[in-house]
């Protein structure tokens, strides 16, 4: 699933391409993703496009009178092309530009979405997310606010879109090896310090995938280019059993909340 690096790097790579182009139309070929196509995408024509940015794992593509606002569901994924290439079965939506570049959205599993929003205030997808991972909003302070009353366990806490948006399963773990706490700690149970480590740890995790995912930009770019996942060095993640990188102690592995949890019993209190 494209995680909010991706989708980061996604949009770095992508804007160099369109801003300040003109979109000269939108082919939409398989209008049933998530939710359908927006009725408005496929209208447009001949519209400058002014930004192109980010909001949790959503890319916001700005027009001059509203939003085409892109989610990548589980396996969607974006390419420019430089020419017309025929489509394949899963590229179901292309936006076609001045300069002759084409965006394509390919996604086998249909997750994903393409809506359109005069108003990114009033948007359903957007408007009950919590602050940006990066932005000065998150802090320690809103991280004890928020976790006060918390007395679920801090792993799935800090995957909550409504506490901080874009930790996803992966960041979460090696988030919390990284402050050392316990993912079966209680989130109302923190302390100051450990809030604070806790922040700067999934800061520090989530800016070292995106810088790591600048690598694959030169993939990205090429039409035949494969998803920009990145291949990052995890410290516990999907390590179970194998030595701590620290420690040496042999990494556990869980769940919490349906979802696969990996820690280090003896760095991790
Ligand atoms: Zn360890």
């Known amino acids: ?40 995408i496929t209208q447009l024509s001949d519209e400058p496009v002014i930004s192109l940015e980010r909001r949790a794992k959503y890319l916001l593509l700005g027009l001059r009178h509203g939003w085409i606002i892109i989610h990548l569901g589980m396996s969607g994924r974006l390419r ?40 990114l205030t009033q948007s359903r997808v957007l408007r009950h997310l919590g602050p940006e991972p990066l932005s000065d909003t998150f802090n320690a302070a809103w991280l004890m606010q928020k976790s006060a009353t918390k007395k679920i366990a801090v792993k799935p806490w800090i995957m909550d879109n409504k506490l901080v948006v874009g930790v996803g399963n992966i960041y979460a773990s090696e988030s919390l090896f990284q ?43 090429q039409s035949d280019g494969k998803p920009g996942y990145f291949a990052q060095q995890l ?28 820690w280090c019993p003896h760095c991790q209190h």
């Open 1 to 40: 699933m494209p995680e909010l690096p991706e989708v980061e790097t996604s949009r770095r790579g992508i804007a160099p391409h369109i801003v300040g182009e003109t979109l000269l139309y939108a082919v939409v070929r398989h209008p049933q993703l998530r939710w359908p196509v927006s009725e408005e």
């Open 80 to 119: 420019i092309l430089s020419e017309e290439k025929a489509p394949e079965k899963h590229d179901h939506v292309d936006l076609v530009f001045s300069n002759g570049k084409i965006l394509r959205y390919t996604d086998p599993r249909r997750f994903g979405a393409w809506l359109w929003e005069t108003d």
């Open 179 to 221: 402050a050392g706490i316990h993912p079966d700690r209680t989130a109302s149970g923190l302390t100051q310090q450990e809030s604070e480590r806790l922040v700067t740890s999934i800061k520090t995790v989530l800016q070292r995938s995106i810088e790591q995912g600048g690598t694959t930009l030169r993939d990205f770019l």
């Open 235 to 262: 410290n516990v993640y999907g390590r179970a059993g194998e030595p701590c990188l620290q420690c040496g102690t042999l990494i556990i592995s869980g769940r919490h909340a349906q979802r696969s949890t990996f």
